[in-house]
Each structure stands twice: as structure tokens, then as C-alpha cells.
């Protein structure tokens, strides 16, 4: 079945850019979501992208798709302390009839001052 | 404001004692689903609804159940609540079921 994977934790300083990484295993066209999650909130959909496409920017998101490795990732330019939270990367097979989102295990992004 | 409304955002409660968690969207979305978050075991779907009166299951249906008598209301109900079931519950939307979800702040259950 599909998977999706994130490392767990990344510690960054605070204006440094933050660079995210997730890969799955859906081989068929996919779409692909970043979502953000503060203590205590809900996810917060950030971004996605489709699996045609190489590259989004949205601000000071870039994410990045690597289709021939299934390797996706989230940049984060000009990083600020309120940025930290849980990322979670996410799939949804358009195949699927239930049309659910496959979550990784998020990152958790610790920005320091 | 575009939202999805969970409520109550935490509770404590015991087994057996039948309990209902609602949601509610107010931006007349189509398709709602239902997932439980778990250390080590990401979102899983529990059950979701492409429209009003159409519902199925996803991934982890047991011990669950679902309603959509009306299109900005899917509450998931518990009828015999057990520890196992122990969760942080979200309830997400979509204009259709192939656009973004949209997701609440959460619920979390405590099963005693």
C-alpha cells in the first residue's frame, strides 16, 4: 500500500531557510499536500502540488517534486520563530474512491532564535 | 469566516458511556471525512461522505459511526466508547472530494 515518510525533526535558525523532506510510494499520479500543525490547532494546508508539476512557490514556500525518486520537499525561506510546528507531507492516490489523504509521521520543525 | 467547527475540543469520558463528537463547515462543501491521529500511526481515515445521506468507510471504521443528514453537519458518534479508542479525532472538508481538505482544530478523546 502507499506510505509516505518525513524525518522527524529539524532545528533551524531563525532566518536561515528550513528544508523539509517526505518520499511515498504511490507510483500513479498523485496529488501531494503540505500541511502545518501548531500545538493545540488543526492542520493547516499550506500548499500542494500535483505530480505533474516540478515546482510551486507560494511566498516563502517552494516545494519541490522529484517524480523519478518520489521525493518531495518543503522550503521554507527566511525562517521565523512562528514557523515552528509539525509538518506533514501527504498523498492522495486520485485512483482511491475514498479519496483520503496518506499522512507521514510528520517533522517538527524547531526554529531558534 | 471559511471554517470546520469541532466540537467538544476535549472530553474525558468512560467506557460505554455513549458519546458524539459534531463537525460542522460553513463553505457548503461536498465531501467530509473523519480521521484519528496516533503517535506512531499518522491520520487514518475512520469514515467519510461524498454528500448528504452518503457515507462510507475508510480505513479504521470500527466501533464508529457516521451521519450526514444535512450538508454542513457530520458528527461521529461512539456508541460504546472504549479505551482503544483513545485519540486526537479530526474532522476535514473539501469543496469536492478531488479538492484540498480543509481540516478542524481537533478533538481530543479520553476513554477511561
Known amino acids: 500500500g502507499e506510505d509516505v515518510e518525513q524525518s522527524l525533526f529539524l532545528s533551524v535558525r531563525e532566518g536561515d531557510s528550513s528544508v523539509i523532506n517526505c518520499t511515498y510510494t504511490d507510483s500513479s499520479s498523485t496529488y501531494l499536500y503540505w500541511y502545518k500543525q501548531e500545538p493545540g490547532a488543526g492542520l493547516q494546508l499550506l500548499t500542494y502540488i500535483f505530480s505533474n508539476m516540478d515546482m510551486k512557490q507560494d511566498q516563502r514556500l517552494t516545494v519541490l517534486l522529484n517524480k523519478k525518486d518520489k521525493h518531495l520537499s518543503l522550503r521554507i525561506a527566511d525562517t521565523q520563530t512562528g514557523d515552528s510546528a509539525i509538518y506533514f507531507c501527504?498523498?492522495?492516490?486520485?485512483?482511491?474512491?475514498?479519496?483520503?489523504?496518506?499522512f507521514g509521521s510528520g517533522t517538527r520543525l524547531l526554529v531558534r532564535p | 469566516e471559511a471554517q470546520v467547527t469541532q466540537n467538544p475540543r476535549y472530553l474525558i469520558t468512560v467506557t460505554g458511556k455513549k458519546l458524539t463528537v459534531t463537525c460542522s463547515q460553513n463553505?457548503?462543501?461536498?465531501?467530509m471525512s473523519w480521521y484519528r491521529q496516533d503517535p506512531g500511526l499518522g491520520l487514518r481515515q475512520i469514515y467519510y461522505?461524498?454528500?448528504?445521506?452518503?457515507?462510507d468507510k475508510g480505513d479504521v471504521p470500527e466501533g464508529y459511526k457516521v451521519s450526514r443528514k444535512e450538508k454542513r453537519n457530520f458528527p461521529l458518534i461512539l456508541e460504546s466508547p472504549s479505551p482503544n479508542q483513545t485519540s486526537l479525532y479530526f474532522c476535514?472538508?473539501?469543496?469536492?472530494?478531488?479538492?484540498?481538505?480543509?481540516f478542524g482544530d481537533g478533538t481530543r478523546l479520553s476513554i477511561l
Open positions: 476535514a472538508s473539501s469543496l469536492a472530494p478531488n479538492q484540498p481538505q480543509h
Open positions: 463553505m457548503n462543501h461536498e465531501y
Open positions: 461522505s461524498m454528500n448528504v445521506e452518503v457515507t
Open positions: 501527504a498523498e492522495r492516490d486520485p485512483m482511491d474512491s475514498s479519496y483520503k489523504l496518506i
